[in-house]
């Protein structure tokens, strides 16, 4: 999965340099400028190297669900046993959970840019948790279907169902692991207002995350 | 160095036309009204060969050419846009140029209905082997379904027993009886994996895959037999699935058709 | 994270075996890791193909040594037919995933693109470990799968569905071989899915101070094109390897239609479709075979300017025709299917887009004779290659006009014509880019030198020997020889098709025992070749201007500034008839 990215980025920046690279980004040469005199300041600073492969990633993560929303209208255009499933009431608890985690991570950052420690950490725990609770919910959701007789294999929309809120755990999984790691250096106190690029990064996947959420759910339960 | 490579790559040219004009092994006779795919390949092989072997050749030539000689000196080229705009437009014109006139054949077998009085057969394949059927004197073809496969009673695909309509269906196994000049509807179908209908002397081909039904339709223009290979991998006995395809006389197909209504 | 020993500037490599060789977080051992993976599997691609072409000219022959090799796929010497079907499909798989994939990109790629940028190192090292592993347990899966109980998968490299979902009902290798199959492909698109990111990454963000875009090598242009390629394609076939794997062995119709009867057993499934796993399968393997080529094509205009002493011609047009390829290589996946029963108008669309894809190509292939022309050619093994290359890409690119039109294909689809066609432009063109990426770069990753003469015969000997086995499959083709038969002779109009097979199969056995000659090459020369200078080429690019090997961080600790252009060769006025990108001299 895309989101072992993750635990590459550099969580705690290191006294002397900002990727363990020592010093190379440091003489301030590098980048865009044409060194012929004819260029400009360079466009992307060095440390933004996480937030490129961040977008990559999420490239990659959206093709993932491209090619399995088009597998999904194409399915169901084209058989005559599909069978739609209703939206289990847990799934909007969990939707809802997974609106307010980005609330919250939103809350925890406003409160870095502030240097607003504590807050910071705490709305970051609460993000986790959150994330946490949405996990156990889809599972809840999951067990509930399965009293139901609703298996993998019962009919296409029910294969959809498991196939695409299983992978869209396993990236919150990732997502969450990186809050791990993210909380691991707020608490070590390695993160300021001028030193959040991890944070930023995991903040743009987290709402990515909640983002395909919220298509996976209308995809699922309110088209067709 | 150089005109070895030179050497090497005129001699490719000149195997290859060679190979191509003197047709050591080329299409079968053509035996369709589907005479377009002829035009369009020639058409298309000379466009290709005259392109291939400029290509080859201006290769050698300048490998041979603009060899180091020890005193000669490369000249500082960078480019020339005019060039450019020249060769992407000429390519441009003659490859889609191309490309559109090869949909004639296309259109002719996908968007040209086969006539109303087209004869239907359906094919079905399965692993190993093609099944034929025709509709009989009522014109109809009966039900089926793959609960009433039974091959030990040769009812492979399945047809309902109980379907009137059914009862006077032709079904024969790799073998395919057309009469001459008589425009044919295929209905493919497959029963397990997805297989390829393949009839080289009227140059078609068409998957046959299964949960699809899928029409082609021909015309044959001369009596004959031919072959049916498979040309979709569908397991290990893929290079032994053949079918015949007989094209016969009108008063040979009613004869043919006679003895298997009687045979039934 | 990153634990590498750094201190200010100069970096050196870690001390213990473990970390600087196997888990190591430098790009140019990782570079080298992924080379003799691909390595490995094109040498084990190379023996199936033998064994299958054997099998070809003399169907009916006997091999008793086999036999006692072989004891169930060649019970008595005599090939089964389920066997060579898993040759063909572990032959295809191997080389299109392990080896074209992997050598050119995660090989050459990996070692010289952050030399050719000017940077430490890539712009995730960890990351960069860990695509190389994760590439390397899907091969290991993959070979597991060649000896997996059951039989080998034998459902070509295309693997469709229903033969290839439906489990062991539908034949030989279509257990846990097809399961382990479908396993290893999906943890290869992750692997190379982080690859390409590190790529896009390194390319966008450690650029050198003066490396703008329009500096950058057609190499590094290649690369970058193609990480964005595997970063969007992949995961299409990701996805469609997990509904694949879910059919097989979760109970799920993605691709299953429902009532088969399959040997005689009614199977049960809803309705899904065969023609959806096309889909999604093409769509990730059109790109796939831009990733094979284009860095090829970008190994090609290094070389063909390096060796003609000459600019590439139309730098420009270059990187607007790799972009150009790039992009239009995601609309072009239904020309693969013009057959399958998809609508018969979107195969129309499909078709002119397929053949406007040619333009782009063509452009390249004028622009490599533009940059031969008026140069002053040294012949050094690399040149050849590229040579060989562009006469290989044109004779492969040709047959693509025949195929790309709807109306043609109805005949030549799944024929031989198509395997010389795809052969020739993706397999041996891609592989020339490999071997001429090998002569050139093998002085600055190793410090020494490679044999020039033996080199030369190996050039000639695989040369003559390819196109003398690709090339008459076209005219099987034209014949009508259908793809994956084991033995054409129950057919009788491929009757005079036995002098062919036999043919091929002579000149593969030649052109395979060639390869011993590059083996030997490159493994002597490892220990014994000559001592390599730093630009043994007098080369322009900024790897050749640090030492052979290049120390563990690169520039040693320095950072190279570019005043110029990748490919500035007899300049007028200028005193030597190369100027390195680093060099500030003013003409």
Known sequence: ?224 | MGLAIALVLLLLCVASVFLFSGHYGWFPPLVSTFTDYDKQFTLTLIVVAVVFILAQLALGLFVWRYRDRGNNQAKHIEGNNTFEWVWTSLTFVIFIGLGILGQRMWADLHFTEPPADAMVVEVTAQQFQWNFRYSGPDGQFGHTDPKYVDESALNFIGLDPHDPAGKDDIMTMNRMVVPVNQPVKVILHSKDVTHSFFVPWFRIKQDAVPGMTITIHFTATKTGEYEIPCAELCGLGHYKMRGVLDVVTPQEFQDWLKKQATGQ | MSEAIHEAHVHHPPKGFIRKYIFSLDHKVIGIQYYFLALFSVLVGITLSLLFRMHLAWPNASWDFMGKLFPTGMPGGLMTPEFYLSMVTMHGTLMVFFVLTTAPQGGFGNYILPIQIGAEDMAFPVLNMLSFWVTFVALVVMMMSLFAVGGAPLSGWTAYPPLSALGSISGPGEGLGQTLWVISLAIFCVGSMLGALNFITTTLNLRAKGMTLMRMPLTVWAWFTTSILGLLAFPVLLAGGILLLLDRVGGTSFFIPAGLVVNEQLVHHNGGSPLLWQHLFWFFGHPEVYIAILPGMGVTSQLLATFARKPVFGYKAMVSAILGIGFLGFFVWGHHMFVSGMSPFSAVAFSLLTLSIGVPSAIKTFNWLGTLWKGKIQFKTPMLFAIGFVSLFVTGGVSGIFLGQTGLDLYLHDTYFVLAHFHLIMGVAAIFGIFGATYYWFPKMFGRMMSETWGKVHFWLTFVGVYCIFFPMHIMGIAGHPRRYSDPSNFKYLAGMSTYHQFITIATFITAAAQFIFLINLFWSLWKGKKAEDNPWHATTLEWTIPSPPPHDNFGGKVPVVYRGAYEYSVPGAKQDFIMQNSPEEV
């Open chain 1, 1 to 224: 999965m895309p989101t072992t990215a993750l635990p590459e980025v550099e969580w705690a920046p290191p006294k002397t340099s900002d990727n363990g690279h020592g010093g190379f980004h440091h003489d301030g040469h590098r980048g865009f400028d044409r060194g012929d005199g004819r260029g400009g300041p360079r466009a992307i600073p060095p440390a933004d190297k996480y937030r490129i492969g961040m977008w990559c990633a999420l490239g990659a993560i959206v093709m993932l669900f491209v090619a399995f929303s088009s597998a999904y209208v194409y399915r169901q255009g084209l058989s005559f046993d599909w069978q739609p499933l209703q939206a289990l009431p847990v799934l909007w608890f969990n939707t809802a959970v997974l609106l307010i985690s980005s609330l919250t991570f939103e809350l925890s950052r406003r409160s870095l840019r502030r240097d607003h420690t504590t807050p910071f950490r705490a709305w970051l725990s609460v993000t986790a948790v959150l994330g946490l609770v949405f996990l156990v919910g889809q599972y809840v959701a999951w067990r509930q279907l399965a009293a139901q007789g609703i298996y993998l294999g019962t009919n296409p929309h029910s294969s959809f169902f498991y196939v695409l809120t299983a992978l869209h755990a396993v990236h919150l999984a990732g997502g969450i692991l990186a809050l791990g790691f993210v909380l691991r250096g707020a608490v070590r106190g390695r993160f300021t207002s001028a030193r959040r690029s991890a944070v930023d990064v995991t903040a743009t996947y987290w709402h990515f995350m909640d983002g395909l959420w919220i298509y996976l759910f209308v995809l699922l339960f309110q088209l067709g």
